[in-house]
């Protein structure tokens, strides 16, 4: 199997799954008892605590979560006032605002352009004074572009309001901007283990508990912690830092021969080629059945969109607010790759993947 998914979860790094071991046989201890065992247990908890906020702003806390779409529902449920967003957002992020809609919660939900860009003017005209949260991906999880943050903090800063980055997909390969007041991330897409996220909350914000319980965790979060799962993120937020500059360089090189390959052959580019995370190419071709192109090549891994709304048989919503047509937004792949990814294999996927969808142009 080649495995070009990387949007959707990353492979476990050994290191990964090394620091999880004894925590997931002989030092089983709840990290919230006040024993010996249970101490050492909330020792690791805080280390890795410590690694995961390394790679985030000065200046906040870090609150375990089960994962960036609780971590996110977290921020957004927890705020008051009005709500302003893209309308590229993942679902964890528009279902939320809507839900909050429904609650009578005032949302705007901000266009962008062909590019895969937030319309500036709109957002300067929804950004006012009286808007309590700003959520902003910092990169789009199915298009890889990477939204003007700075502008938009600037604007969220001069309402008043909170700025909410969900960073899933930008944690560990780009750098988080230091105006964000909370930031939500997952283990799995930095090659840690699935069932464990963040959100990094900026000291001296305070948002409403979205569990209640124990109050385990910084900022009210409910629930015991896995060791195991908390270990294997640090791990994972450890290597990110270590390898940040040499996996860039790396997945910016797979982009480069990626791109060559498809870029002269009928192939069109989905989103900014310039503002973006070079990890994710997302591509159309004319009347291509993605469908039938991921039945003709079982053994490539790719998708045609986001992994969370793969079953829904809906067109992109990111594409279409796009401006794409559904025909358009159906015949597009995601190819995402990163630190494991060989050039080799990229490219005779994408021979492949080019021939496959040539030929079936042909048969039209």
Known sequence: MTYLDYQATTPLAPEALEAMRS???????????????????????????????????????????????????????????????????????????AAEARRGREVTVLPVGSDGLVE?????????????????????????????????AALTKQAGALLL?????????????????????SAHKIHGPKGIGALWIRNGVEIEPLLHGGGQE??????????????????AAT?????????????????????QALGGSGWTLNGSMDDRYPGNLNMRYPGLDVARLMSDLRDIAFSAGSACASGSGRPS??????????????????????????????????????????EQRFAA
């Open 239 to 259: 290597l990110a830092k270590q390898r940040f500059g040499a996996d860039r360089g790396h997945v910016a090189q797979l982009f480069r021969k990626a791109y």
């Open 120 to 152: 500036l003017a709109a957002a300067r005209a929804a950004i006012r004074p009286g808007v309590g949260l700003v959520s902003v991906m910092l990169v789009n999880n199915e298009i890889g572009t990477i939204q003007p943050l700075d502008e938009l």
């Open 23 to 97: 925590w997931l046989s002989d030092d089983f201890a709840n990290p919230h008892s006040a024993h010996a065992a249970g101490r050492k247990a909330k020792a690791a908890v805080e280390a890795a605590r410590e690694a995961v906020a390394d790679l985030m702003p000065a200046g906040g806390t870090v609150s375990f979560t089960s994962g960036a779409t609780e971590a996110l529902n977290w921020a957004i449920k927890g705020s008051t006032g009005p709500i302003v967003t893209i309308a590229i957002e993942h679902a964890a992020v528009l279902d939320t605002v």
């Open 317 to 358: 919503h990111v594409l279409k607010a796009m401006g794409l047509s559904d025909i358009e937004a159906r015949s597009s792949i995601r190819l995402g790759f990163g630190r494991y990814t060989t050039e080799e294999e990229l490219l005779a996927a994408v021979e492949r993947i080019d021939a496959a969808a040539r």
């Open 218 to 235: 910084p900022g009210g979060r409910s629930g015991t912690l896995s060791p195991a799962l908390c270990a294997g993120f640090g791990a």
């Open 165 to 185: 980055c969900d960073a899933v997909q930008g944690y560990g390969r780009e750098i988080i901007p230091e105006t964000c007041d909370l930031v939500a991330v």
